[in-house]
């Protein structure tokens, strides 16, 4: 059986669709743990109701302590595949290193536009608002040592309305990503 570890810092939605897409068995895998960035979010809530082992990170710890936690609670629950479901944190370089192209993101736009550092969240959809555009969408990435920078594995478009809000779109594209992420996993996973 191949082990997926979700890394999260909310409601855990994505974390659900997962969840789900294994249990209607349209991706051969299991969740060996969850990764927290902190504790008190529904993510958590989400594991402990399907036992998934779940581990919430130290606060306020040294990027070398940070490093060296993912990589023994990694190692522990043996990922094929990690996958970063509304993940705040950066991954550090030492364990990108180890797991290359095997860590993947889903993030809220379509990169490269409206990606990196301080673009997360509501923040993604405010931007594409103000700025005008007449799509936006969802895209899963391979990570990489820099924010929303690694190869682009696939995509979903949604149409930005004139009377679109930040929230409203944010509802919109949470819909696609609760579709495309499992599928992505789904492509990786079962056919290799």
């Given amino acids: 059986m191949k082990n997926i570890v979700v890394f999260a810092s909310g409601s855990g939605s994505n974390f659900q669709a997962i969840i789900d897409s294994i249990g209607k068995g349209e991706i051969e895998a299991q969740i060996s743990g969850l990764i927290a960035s902190r504790p008190g979010i529904g993510a958590i809530e989400r594991a402990i109701s399907h036992n998934i082992p779940h581990y919430i990170l130290p606060d306020k710890s040294s990027e070398a302590t940070f490093s060296e936690v993912l990589l023994s609670k990694l190692k522990e629950w043996n990922p094929n595949l990690i996958v970063l479901a509304g993940f705040l944190k950066k991954i550090p370089s030492e364990v990108i290193e180890q797991y290359r192209n095997k860590i993947i993101n889903i993030h809220p736009s379509l990169l490269p536009k409206f990606g990196g550092k301080g673009y997360y969240g509501i923040k993604v959809h405010r ?60 492509e990786i996973l079962n056919n290799n």
């Fill in 127 to 186: 931007a594409v608002v103000d700025a005008g555009e007449t799509e936006s969408g969802c895209t899963v990435h391979f990570v990489n040592e820099h924010y929303d920078k690694g190869d682009i594995i696939k995509q979903t478009k949604v149409v930005v309305s004139d009377d679109d809000t930040p929230e409203t779109l944010a509802q919109k594209i949470l819909k696609e990503e609760h579709k495309l992420l499992p599928n992505v996993i789904a």
